[in-house]
């Protein structure tokens, strides 16, 4: 790989990380009636498809199973869901919203649609269509990728890289860029 192409890499790969981070950054500092950004994911799409399992709902929105867990408790908490356990498999927890959960997310029905546009104005319409390309190209890319960097990190602590002659010039590239 030319170093021209390598730089490319790094900065895109930066400028990505710097961008998630400052989403979760700004996400986070806003709440809404008491309840974080996920939380009006969650009630959105309990609003949509009926109640929810608590497993059914990590997957769908992409959150670990503790997220979910402790954004359900926020929302128990604030009266707009409530638990319950299926009758015929009480291991099953399921999350239905609450009359409360409901006039709040009407009340503020507004506020997805302008993180929407708080994101993504000013960009035409040909490039949002290549965002939403390369956005789905880099999900794609994201398969199977913890577990290849895990096994990467396995082989490598099976075969440790052997001590260089202390004579001998390190090469040392600089970048501008932070990496793991």
Sequence with gaps: MEDRQWEQLEQADHLFRKLVRRF??????????????????????????????????????????????ALS????????????RKEDDRRTVLLDITASGREMVKRNGNIGARCITLLFEGFTEEELEQQSRFYERMIGNLEGFSETLLELAQQNAANPVPAEPEQKPRAVTKSNYLSY
């Excluded at 969650?42 to 992409?62: T, V």
């Excluded at 408790?73 to 319950?84: I, P, S």
């Design 24 to 69: 979760v950054k700004e996400r986070d500092r806003v709440s809404v009636e008491g309840v974080a950004l996920p939380g009006m994911l969650i009630l959105h799409k309990i609003i949509r498809d009926g109640e929810q399992r608590l497993g059914d709902l990590a997957e769908q929105l992409d959150f670990t199973s503790g997220a979910i867990t």
């Design 73 to 84: 408790d926020k929302l128990e908490a604030g009266g707009y869901t409530v638990r319950r």
